[in-house]
Nanobody, 119 residues
Framework: QVQLIESGGGLVQAGGSLRLSCAASGRTFSRYAMGWFRQAPGKEREFVATIRWSGGSTNYADSVKGRFTMSRDSAKNTVYLQMNSLRPEDTAVYYC????????????WGQGTQVTVSS
Protein backbone atom coordinates (compact mmCIF):
# COMPACT_ATOMS: atom_id res chain seq x y z
CA GLN A 1 0.00 0.00 0.00
CA VAL A 2 0.99 3.61 -0.55
CA GLN A 3 -0.01 6.54 1.62
CA LEU A 4 -0.04 10.05 0.21
CA ILE A 5 -0.26 13.05 2.51
CA GLU A 6 -0.85 16.52 1.04
CA SER A 7 -0.10 19.74 2.84
CA GLY A 8 0.34 23.42 2.12
CA GLY A 9 -3.17 24.47 1.24
CA GLY A 10 -4.78 27.60 2.61
CA LEU A 11 -6.36 30.95 1.89
CA VAL A 12 -4.56 33.39 -0.38
CA GLN A 13 -5.47 36.55 -2.26
CA ALA A 14 -5.64 36.60 -6.03
CA GLY A 15 -2.18 37.03 -7.48
CA GLY A 16 -0.57 35.28 -4.56
CA SER A 17 1.34 32.02 -4.32
CA LEU A 18 1.15 28.70 -2.49
CA ARG A 19 3.27 25.58 -2.53
CA LEU A 20 1.61 22.23 -2.04
CA SER A 21 3.54 19.18 -0.90
CA CYS A 22 2.69 15.50 -1.17
CA ALA A 23 4.72 13.01 0.85
CA ALA A 24 4.55 9.35 -0.11
CA SER A 25 5.16 6.45 2.25
CA GLY A 26 4.67 2.72 2.20
CA ARG A 27 5.23 0.69 -0.95
CA THR A 28 6.84 3.45 -2.97
CA PHE A 29 9.34 1.47 -5.05
CA SER A 30 6.90 0.98 -7.90
CA ARG A 31 6.07 4.45 -9.17
CA TYR A 32 5.73 5.58 -12.77
CA ALA A 33 4.40 9.08 -12.25
CA MET A 34 2.76 11.39 -9.76
CA GLY A 35 -0.04 13.79 -10.48
CA TRP A 36 -1.99 16.68 -9.03
CA PHE A 37 -5.73 16.95 -9.56
CA ARG A 38 -8.33 19.37 -8.23
CA GLN A 39 -12.03 19.46 -7.63
CA ALA A 40 -14.02 22.63 -7.21
CA PRO A 41 -17.47 22.64 -5.59
CA GLY A 42 -20.10 21.31 -7.95
CA LYS A 43 -17.52 20.35 -10.58
CA GLU A 44 -15.80 17.16 -11.61
CA ARG A 45 -12.25 16.43 -10.60
CA GLU A 46 -9.79 17.69 -13.20
CA PHE A 47 -6.17 17.08 -14.08
CA VAL A 48 -3.68 19.77 -13.08
CA ALA A 49 -0.15 18.42 -13.57
CA THR A 50 1.92 15.28 -13.74
CA ILE A 51 5.57 14.37 -13.40
CA ARG A 52 7.38 11.24 -14.57
CA TRP A 53 9.26 9.84 -11.60
CA SER A 54 12.17 8.75 -13.77
CA GLY A 55 13.51 11.72 -15.64
CA GLY A 56 11.21 14.31 -14.14
CA SER A 57 9.37 15.33 -17.30
CA THR A 58 6.20 17.29 -16.60
CA ASN A 59 2.88 18.01 -18.25
CA TYR A 60 0.28 20.62 -17.31
CA ALA A 61 -3.32 21.47 -17.93
CA ASP A 62 -3.68 24.47 -20.22
CA SER A 63 -5.40 26.41 -17.44
CA VAL A 64 -2.29 26.36 -15.23
CA LYS A 65 0.55 26.43 -17.76
CA GLY A 66 3.03 29.16 -17.00
CA ARG A 67 1.66 29.64 -13.48
CA PHE A 68 2.09 26.24 -11.78
CA THR A 69 5.26 24.16 -11.54
CA MET A 70 5.41 20.55 -10.41
CA SER A 71 8.63 19.09 -9.07
CA ARG A 72 9.85 16.10 -7.11
CA ASP A 73 12.43 15.25 -4.48
CA SER A 74 13.25 11.58 -4.96
CA ALA A 75 15.21 11.32 -1.73
CA LYS A 76 12.22 12.54 0.26
CA ASN A 77 9.57 10.70 -1.83
CA THR A 78 7.82 14.04 -2.09
CA VAL A 79 6.30 16.02 -4.92
CA TYR A 80 5.48 19.69 -4.93
CA LEU A 81 3.15 22.02 -6.76
CA GLN A 82 4.30 25.62 -6.81
CA MET A 83 1.30 27.77 -7.65
CA ASN A 84 1.87 31.38 -8.65
CA SER A 85 -0.43 34.11 -9.93
CA LEU A 86 -3.36 32.37 -8.31
CA ARG A 87 -6.88 33.18 -9.48
CA PRO A 88 -10.24 32.72 -7.78
CA GLU A 89 -11.02 29.98 -10.29
CA ASP A 90 -8.10 27.97 -8.86
CA THR A 91 -10.12 27.48 -5.68
CA ALA A 92 -10.57 23.75 -5.15
CA VAL A 93 -9.52 20.75 -3.14
CA TYR A 94 -6.19 19.61 -4.54
CA TYR A 95 -5.35 15.92 -4.59
CA CYS A 96 -2.06 14.15 -5.07
CA UNK A 97 -2.10 10.79 -6.83
CA UNK A 98 0.32 8.05 -7.83
CA UNK A 99 0.37 6.19 -11.13
CA UNK A 100 2.22 3.00 -10.28
CA UNK A 101 2.91 1.68 -13.78
CA UNK A 102 2.73 2.87 -17.37
CA UNK A 103 -0.47 0.91 -17.96
CA UNK A 104 -2.22 1.65 -14.67
CA UNK A 105 -4.40 4.58 -13.86
CA UNK A 106 -3.77 6.74 -10.84
CA UNK A 107 -4.20 4.02 -8.26
CA UNK A 108 -3.37 5.80 -5.00
CA TRP A 109 -4.82 9.10 -3.83
CA GLY A 110 -4.27 11.47 -0.96
CA GLN A 111 -7.00 12.97 1.17
CA GLY A 112 -6.77 16.40 -0.43
CA THR A 113 -5.89 19.89 0.72
CA GLN A 114 -8.11 22.95 0.34
CA VAL A 115 -6.89 25.94 -1.66
CA THR A 116 -9.03 29.05 -1.54
CA VAL A 117 -8.20 32.13 -3.60
CA SER A 118 -10.05 35.30 -2.69
CA SER A 119 -10.69 38.09 -5.18
Amino acid sequence: QVQLIESGGGLVQAGGSLRLSCAASGRTFSRYAMGWFRQAPGKEREFVATIRWSGGSTNYADSVKGRFTMSRDSAKNTVYLQMNSLRPEDTAVYYCAQKSTLLSGYDYWGQGTQVTVSS
